[in-house]
């Protein structure tokens, strides 16, 4: 069973920055893919941005781009996502996935990830 391991969270006042690690023990062949989706309370999941391997693809959901940039180690399965222009609507627990999604339509879908962390806070203060 692989491990996915999220650091990077805190709090921090709205326009300011964040910086989130995600390490992943799963092996990177094929359609692999990390993501990030937060979830803010009483609110559904969402998807944030991924990194697909296979060709070194970027997505990103609307709300964040612009302000978020996900990249990745190039020695071993692990993303950052750097945060920009922080919003009070930012807030939330930010839970990073590792999986092999069926392709890019698919990298915003929870169902598509095999492997998730824990989460960790962000808390972005107006």
């Known amino acids: 069973q692989a491990q996915v391991v999220e650091s990077g969270g805190g709090l921090v006042q709205a326009g300011g920055s964040l910086r989130l690690s995600c ?3 799963a092996r990177p062949f094929g ?12 609110k559904e999941r969402e998807f944030v941005a991924a990194f697909r ?9 609307e709300s964040v781009k612009g302000r ?3 990249s ?3 020695d071993k399965p692990t993303v950052f996502l ?3 222009s922080l919003k009070p609507e930012d807030t939330a627990t930010y839970s990073c996935a590792a ?12 169902s598509e990830y095999i492997y998730w962390g824990q989460g960790t806070q962000v808390t972005v203060s107006s």
């Open 23 to 25: 390490a992943a023990s």
């Open 31 to 42: 359609e692999y893919a990390m993501a990030w989706f937060r979830q803010a309370p009483g």
């Open 53 to 61: 391997w296979r060709g070194a693809g970027t997505f990103y959901a």
């Open 68 to 70: 978020f940039t996900i």
């Open 72 to 74: 990745r180690d190039n």
């Open 82 to 84: 750097q945060m920009n």
């Open 99 to 110: 999986g092999y999604p069926a392709g890019p339509t698919r990298l915003r879908l929870t």
